[in-house]
């Protein structure tokens, strides 16, 4: 509730997010737990400073035997979206455009991009995802290419703090699609988190 509540009144400033240890409990993981049934993957996303392309932010999408987004010292959650330190659960179609919403505006790109993997190589990720520990503010290029430098495959990754030379090497992997997400909405994410919060009472709603 107190996250939730300076989310709705404080303004979001990418370059001083930070992250506190968070630990949801087992049934809520476990309840959230979201197989999309697409063929494995990794996905990168990385947030881009429209003005002078000042990479801001990194965060991985990681379609394993379950989808999960590792948001490293991110600021963005869902209250059906549980979390363990800056792994995220239960990451749906719905939960996956929250999150490219929540961080492209008026100020910020979101470059996506995803290369196919094996499904033991998406399970390796998710395994160092969720072992990897809570993330201080500022590193989440280096936890984002902590994870996945010496990954069958990202042996390129080069290990660094700037989430656009993690993009950059990401693009030349073999297989990398690319998708650039534009958004108007205003810096305070104002419109998402009103988005965010109806949804959530629509759920509560039909589950009484």
């Not at 947030?47 to 002078?52: A, L, S, Y």
Request: glycine fraction near 8%.
């Amino acid at each position: 509730m107190r996250r939730s509540a300076l989310a709705l009144i404080l303004p979001i400033a990418l370059a001083a997010c930070g992250a506190e240890p968070v630990w949801a409990p087992d049934e809520a993981v476990t309840r959230a737990r979201f197989i999309s049934g697409q063929p494995p993957s990794i996905t990168l996303y990385t947030v881009v400073r429209k003005n002078g392309g000042t990479g801001e932010h990194s965060g991985l999408l990681i379609d394993a035997s379950q989808r999960v987004m590792f948001d490293p010292a991110g600021t963005w959650h869902h209250p059906w979206v549980p979390e363990r330190n800056d792994l995220h659960y239960g990451i749906t179609e719905k939960m996956r455009k929250f999150y490219i919403d929540y961080h492209a505006r008026e100020t910020y790109d979101v470059i996506e991009y995803r290369v196919p993997v094996s499904p033991e190589v998406a399970e390796m990720a998710l395994r160092r995802a969720e072992s990897y520990g809570a993330v201080n503010k500022a590193f989440c290029g280096n936890s984002v290419s902590d994870i996945l430098t010496g990954l069958p495959g990202f042996e390129t990754i080069p290990r660094t703090f700037f989430p656009n030379k993690v993009m950059q090497a990401f693009a030349e992997l073999p297989g990398a699609t690319m998708k650039v997400h534009h958004d108007g909405d205003p810096d305070n994410n104002s419109g998402v988190l009103l988005v965010q919060a109806k949804s959530t009472v629509e759920i509560q709603n039909i589950n009484n």
